[in-house]
């Protein structure tokens, strides 16, 4: 299947930001864009700082669980950003919530979709993901730590390009969309909506951020299945907070608060 | 003395309806029943002074290795962060240190997640792993010991 290929050039051709962008590349494949980024801010501090990287193929994309995630070449957008930091670990938890929301806002503006947030960052469209988004940090030199935000779109894929036992759980912009897809277009949203929450001089302030996620946030009372300590619970969402985590309904029957840190969703 | 059965009783309870943490208060000793992926844990914490008003929660109690627990001439490299440890990049991995691996300050020694964030850990120290205090995939808590370092 070909479909248009990402250059660097289209990328930035228009492109205003500050920070987000400041470098860009293009790769034909990578082993993540994450590993990519994150090499990359080991090699040459301080120049890396919103870096961003793509890919057309990864031949090992990580996806939640350490599962490896495939897309065929050229059908996603596949995208890490870097930025440095001081080595703390307070923002953390923000700049997943930022990069939720920033992708979410990115398919918006280019597709017409609007995906929803499910917890903590996952792209949704109904019942069917769309996108998702790791975040990986590495401490480097001179105390500083570099953290990269990795995502993953589903673009230009039809039903027949998922794997059969993911294929009523998966979507892409293309089997949404009325529209013809750009994904040069969406790259270039993606660093732009990233850009607004990150550059300088911009405090990230939790409680903007956190209203922005709730805007976002699909609706409740959805099954959900987590990991809390070792335990796999399932039941219905009750209550989020993109920061406090979930209040979900047991199936067995009790109601039960899982926090954000110690919890995922599997 | 806290009745055993009474014990018996909350721990059944608690598998029951999956719950993490009981705490009982009982006469002058609060007792506090925690269960985690292996047998649930029983801790008697005798009751300060002033038998009211009765405490909200229970007093901290030391982690494994936590503070003075730490055997002499080791250093234990702490969790900087709420969340859950990983021993290997991923899975399929091997870990990044096992008992007896030297490591520099800036060895990467684990992963802490949270939030789909996951961070590498360093182990700030040069030496020898003596001892791994967490399992794979245990939540920690911010400052709780992961291991036990033998400086060089």
Known sequence: ?266 | MVDIEKIRELVAMMVEHELAEVKLRDGGEWVVIRRGAAAPVVEVVPQAVAPSPAPIVAAPVAAPGGAGGIPEGLIAVKSPMVGSFYASPDPDSTPYVSVGSMVAPDTVVCVIEAMKVFNEIKADVAGTIEQILVRNEEAVEYGQPLFLVRPA
């Open chain 1, 1 to 266: 299947m070909q479909w248009p290929l990402l250059t660097v050039k289209a990328i930035v051709e228009g492109l205003r930001t500050e920070r987000i962008g400041r470098v860009v590349e293009v790769l034909d494949e990578a082993p993540s864009t994450n590993d990519v980024a994150l090499a990359a801010a080991e090699r040459s501090v301080a120049s890396a700082d919103g870096l961003a990287v793509f890919a057309e193929y990864q031949t090992a994309g990580r996806g939640r669980q350490g599962r490896t995630w495939h897309a065929p070449r050229g059908a996603s957008l596949l995208c890490s950003v870097v930025l440095l930091g001081p080595d703390e670990m307070a923002q953390a938890g923000l700049l997943t919530l930022v990069a939720g929301v920033a992708a979410c806002d990115a398919v918006r503006e280019t597709s017409g979709i609007w995906p929803m947030l499910r917890w903590p960052n996952d792209l949704y469209v109904g019942s069917r993901k769309l996108g998702g988004i790791l975040v990986e940090s590495r401490p480097i030199a001179s105390g500083q730590r570099a953290w990269v935000i990795g995502a993953g779109i589903n673009c230009y894929q039809h039903a027949n390009h998922f794997p059969p036992e993911i294929r009523d759980q998966a979507t892409s912009l293309e089997i949404e969309s009325i529209e013809p897809i750009n994904r040069t277009a969406l790259a270039r949203q993606c660093l732009s909506q990233l850009d607004m929450w990150l550059k300088p001089g911009t405090d990230l302030v939790a409680d903007r951020l956190r209203s922005a996620w709730l805007d976002r946030a699909e609706s409740l009372g959805r099954p959900v299945r987590l990991r809390y300590e070792g335990r796999v619970f399932e039941g219905r969402t009750v209550d989020v907070d993109p920061q406090a985590g979930l209040l979900v309904q047991l199936n067995e029957g009790a109601r039960r608060w899982f926090d954000a840190a110690r919890s995922q969703i599997v």
